[in-house]
């Protein structure tokens, strides 16, 4: 292990602490803010930050550079394991953010989740703690909701919410959006009906970097093992 050398791509703080973790570790990490493709030579294996792995797949562009270079890329976001973890730490921190941005308990809310994958169901097991109304649909529904809502959470990696969809709220409801670019509301339309929506990009990184850290390490560890064993 002491003789491989990683390549930590990013500029969060989960970097930072991915590279205490892994130097701990006996692994030598070069660091680079910025993704440098002429800056690969005798470097074995490169981690990217999140926004290398749209949809747990690595970005095209950069998987050829890194092939031709002969580096291994290692997709983190690819394990079961740390995609559970990085929902848990995403709902705790969209908890953080909730509260910041909301003028009642949550014992009094009335909350939507759309999207019923790892984060959605995360979020619901972190809110099913308080005494508030929580819903969750795996896709936005079609029949009109029958509740009126003060909080919308979308986790839903496409643009599901529209227009339409949108009349059914009012104005003292605000909107969370978990998912990647684009994310799931058709911001024009909810500008357009003076509707609050928050954007929450990275929260693992911003809220709790340390174990967001510490999961993209365990993860990179893990798979550095595999290749030991294989080789």
């Not at 599901?160 to 684009?182: G, H, M």
């Not at 929506?197 to 174990?211: A, H, K, N, V």
Request: proline content about 5%.
């Amino acid at each position: 292990m002491s003789k491989i050398t990683v390549c930590v791509v990013g500029k969060d703080k989960r970097q930072n602490y991915l590279v205490s973790y892994l130097q701990k570790r006996g692994i030598t990490v070069i660091r680079q803010e910025d993704f440098i493709p002429n800056k690969l030579n005798e470097i074995d294996y490169l981690v990217g930050p999140v926004s290398f792995y749209p949809g747990g797949k690595i970005l095209s562009h950069i998987e050829e550079t890194c092939r031709k270079a002969e580096v291994e890329i290692i997709n983190y976001m690819a394990c079961e394991d740390f995609l559970f973890e990085n929902a848990a730490l995403t709902a705790e921190g969209l908890l953080a953010i909730i509260i910041q941005n909301t003028n009642f308990a949550l014992a009094d809310a009335k909350i939507l989740i759309l999207g019923f994958g790892r984060c959605g169901k995360a979020i619901l097991r972190i809110l099913s703690r308080f005494s508030c109304l929580v819903d969750i649909y795996d896709k936005v529904p079609e029949s009109p909701l029958g509740t009126s809502y003060n909080i919308v959470i979308n986790t839903i990696p496409a643009p599901v919410c529209n227009k339409e969809f949108l009349r059914q709220f009012t104005q003292d409801c605000t909107f969370f959006e978990i998912a990647s670019a684009p994310g799931g509301f058709d911001k024009i339309a909810m500008e357009e009906m003076g509707l609050t929506m928050i954007d929450c990009p990275g929260i693992p990184g911003l809220y709790s970097p340390i174990s967001a850290g510490a999961a993209i390490g365990q993860t990179v560890m893990k798979i550095l093992s595999l290749r030991k064993e294989h080789s």
